[in-house]
């Protein structure tokens, strides 16, 4: 069973800065990996697909990298609307997540 | 557009059952696998269990956890999925999605059904 592990557990930047989340595999999974947005209240949205592609209406500032078993969520400059938890999902067997990472309004 | 909507969640006692559904649209339901993902009250995302497209098999995959309590069904001509759950345990306790998109990823999901399981 591959764990994802994500850093930090929380993150505190202001609008305009850049943030960058971390998933780490415990194997490799290739570039089988996805990024989630989740608000409160809300389903998960997907991000970014196999590591590095955004999905449809997903702006510029989403930034996927990395492959194997360290991979990166880049956000160029924060909006006031990208303060949620982010997840990554591997699936290079079943579907794992990660813990998530909380990215909170400093 | 997409849409799919889950029902079917409540209260339950340890032990019981309930069985979730998810009214799908917008795509082609019968070709598409469909995935429960639940998430506990404050905590992440879980993979539940998924079934194959009609193409594919109509297969299912459970996570551990579930195995052997849980059963993922599919009714092609009403585009509806469901989550039978027997032998529930307080653990259970969750938000349900059913989602879907590709093999992968999910690029889709309804917006959830609570499942509390308490004496």
């Known amino acids: 069973e591959i764990v994802l592990t994500q850093s930090p557990a929380t993150l505190s930047l202001s609008p305009g800065e850049r943030a960058t989340l971390s998933c780490r595999a415990s194997?490799?999974?290739?570039?089988?990996l996805a990024w989630y947005q989740q608000k409160p209240g809300q389903a998960p949205r997907l991000l970014i697909y196999?590591?590095?592609n955004r999905a449809t209406g997903i702006p510029a500032r989403f930034i996927g990298s990395g492959s194997g078993t360290d991979f990166a969520l880049t956000i160029s400059s924060l909006e006031p609307e990208d303060f949620a938890v982010y997840y990554c999902?591997?699936?290079?067997?079943?579907?794992?997540f990660g813990q998530g990472t909380k990215l909170e309004i400093k | 557009e997409v849409q799919m909507v889950e029902s079917g969640g409540g209260f339950v006692k340890p032990g019981g059952s309930l069985r979730l559904s998810c009214a799908a649209s917008?795509?082609?339901?019968?070709?598409?696998?469909m995935s429960w993902v639940r998430q506990a009250p404050g905590k992440g995302l879980e993979w539940v269990g998924r079934?194959?497209?009609?193409?594919?098999?109509?297969?299912?995959d459970y996570a551990a956890p579930v195995e052997g309590r849980f059963t993922i069904s599919r009714d092609d001509s009403k585009n509806t999925l469901y989550l039978q759950m027997n032998g529930l345990k307080t653990e259970d306790t969750a938000v349900y999605y059913c989602?879907?998109?590709?093999?992968?990823?999910?690029?889709?999901w309804g917006q959830g059904t609570l499942v509390t399981v308490s004496s």
């Open positions: 989602a879907t998109g590709t093999w992968k990823y999910f690029a889709y």
């Open positions: 917008g795509f082609t339901f019968s070709n598409a696998w």
């Open positions: 079934i194959k497209g009609i193409t594919d098999g109509e297969t299912t």
């Open positions: 194997q490799s999974v290739s570039t089988y």
């Open positions: 196999d590591a590095s």
């Open positions: 999902q591997e699936r290079s067997f079943w579907y794992t």
